[in-house]
């Protein structure tokens, strides 16, 4: 099995990750907003990572530490749950549609943190959090699980379809990227031989 965890705790908040990328999509999350528990639920299930977060931030302030932190300790134990990257797929990509919604992903485990935002919104909140929020959790996970990452909202008018659509296409292309390829299983996917720095 192929486990992550982390610890992370500063003055704006305490945060407990364990992940497990060869789970069944089960998930025990608490992170004190109920519109981040709910999209969490859906990274877990649909891209069959096993999840834990159990989070403590300063919710009295705003969202926003907490949001960004819990999108650090989940990248955080993403990249100890992939080990030395050997055999993994490497790269993928995944169209979600939700009813009118429609999103892309493509990402590559590659080492090189890198966010590609392409994702409006009509509302500027989604129960009580910020909808500017999601990009500082998308943005926070690539950059401390070192994926190159795209996100593109194609066409959609409901803003919870939208970001909805978004970890659900992210959950579908990790699922497929961290698999692990019969026919290389053994080797790092890159001609360098390594994965991170300058490829």
Same mark, same amino acid.
């Given at each position: ?15 407990? &990750? ?5 789970g069944? #999509? ?6 004190? =907003?109920?519109?981040?528990? $709910? @999209?969490?639920?859906?990274l ?6 096993d ?22 300790? =989940? ?10 990257l050997? +055999?993994?797929r ?7 549609? @939700? ?5 892309? &992903? ?12 392409k &994702?409006d919104?009509?509302?500027?909140k989604? +129960?009580? @959090? ?15 699980? +070192? =994926?190159?990452?795209? &996100?593109e ?7 919870? $379809? ?25 080797? =790092? ?6 994965? +991170? #720095?300058?490829?």
């Amino acid at each position: 099995m192929r486990e992550g965890r982390t610890q992370r705790t500063t003055n704006e908040t305490k945060i407990e &990750v364990s992940l497990n990328l060869d789970g069944s #999509g089960k998930y025990d999350v608490k992170t004190g =907003i109920g519109f981040l528990d $709910h @999209m969490l639920e859906q990274l877990s299930r649909h891209s069959l990572m096993d999840l834990t977060v159990q989070a403590e931030g300063d919710l009295h302030i705003d969202f926003h530490h907490t949001t960004e932190d819990t999108g650090i300790a =989940i990248g955080m134990a993403f990249a100890e749950a992939l080990g030395d990257l050997k +055999g993994i797929r490497r790269y993928a990509s995944a169209y979600i549609p @939700m009813d009118e919604t429609l999103t892309r &992903v493509a990402l590559d485990i590659s080492g090189r943190p890198y966010l590609i935002w392409k &994702v409006d919104f009509s509302r500027d909140k989604l +129960g009580d @959090m910020d909808t500017e929020l999601f990009k500082e959790w998308f943005q926070a996970f690539a950059q401390a699980a +070192g =994926i190159t990452l795209h &996100v593109e909202n194609l066409y959609g008018e409901n803003n919870h $379809h939208i970001i909805e659509s978004c970890f659900k296409a992210l959950a579908r292309a990790l699922r497929d990227a961290v698999e692990i390829d019969p026919r290389r299983a053994d080797a =790092i996917p890159s001609t360098k031989g390594v994965l +991170g #720095g300058s490829l």
